[in-house]
């Protein structure tokens, strides 16, 4: 049983890859399960918040009891998220979205003809550095960050770049760990005090664990 601490609460939580089409059957896409995300919001309804999931193609079940909204590339997810940013209590950006897309996606199917194909591609948008520049007083936001190694000055900088409220960050690099694991080992910043603090277990623990981390963040800043 859990409290419902998030009744009357609306979360929007983001999860999964996004893909970028490169013509009408091939995409640019990453190795995200979005079981994170997807741990995240069943946490949400759990605790009794009302949730709305931007998914990316993923292969799980919705979540029970979640407005889920399907996506499939960056420019559609951005669009799902300003849609509902501004009803939305807290934010979590679970998802991996691409950073690059391409300009040139074909109409056609490419065929092979023997020779190279050649892609160029460009910087996406970043979804969440725009969202929390049109953020409003009382909402509270969650980034995460899929890294190689983990530096915490450059965690802090990503925090304040991102004007997010908490970060969360995990190794991808680790074994057992991160994209497509059940488990994961997070790292976790949160904007006031710059103090960092280490969990790892299964991706529902840590769901829960980072709903904690969300509430305690707002309750401070309530009582101040
Ligand atoms: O910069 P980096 O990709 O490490 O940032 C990760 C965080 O930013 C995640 O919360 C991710 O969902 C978000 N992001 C975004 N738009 C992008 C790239 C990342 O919102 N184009």
Redesign the pocket.
Same mark, same amino acid.
């Given at each position: 049983t859990y409290s419902k601490d998030l009744l009357g609460k609306t979360v929007l939580i983001?999860a999964g890859p996004t893909y970028e089409p490169i013509d009408p059957v091939r995409f640019i896409g990453n190795r995200s399960s979005g079981k994170m995300g997807y741990a995240l919001a069943e946490a949400s309804i759990r605790r009794g918040a009302k949730v709305h999931l931007i998914s990316g193609p993923v292969a799980l079940p919705p979540p029970q009891g979640a407005n889920v909204e399907y996506v499939e590339t +960056?420019r559609e997810m951005q669009e799902m998220l300003f849609k509902h940013f501004p009803s939305a209590d807290i934010l979590i950006?679970? +998802? +991996?979205?691409s &950073?690059y897309t391409t300009d040139s996606t074909l109409a056609q199917k490419k065929k092979k003809d023997g020779t190279e194909w050649t892609l160029h591609l460009k910087e996406?948008? &970043?979804?969440?550095s725009a969202l929390t520049k049109s953020r409003h007083p009382g909402q509270t936001i969650m980034?995460? +960050?899929?890294e190689t190694s983990l530096v915490r000055k450059e965690l802090q900088d990503?925090l304040r770049r991102?004007g997010v409220d908490l970060l969360a960050s995990n190794n991808i690099s680790e074994p057992g760990s991160g994209f497509g694991s059940e488990n994961n080992s997070i790292l976790l910043l949160t904007h006031d005090g710059s103090s960092f603090e280490e969990k790892s277990g299964s991706k529902k623990d840590l769901a829960d664990w980072l709903i904690d981390r969300i509430i305690l963040l707002r309750n401070r800043i309530l009582s101040h």
């Open positions: 983001s +960056a950006m679970a +998802a +991996a979205v &950073d996406n948008p &970043d979804i969440l980034g995460f +960050a899929a990503k991102k």
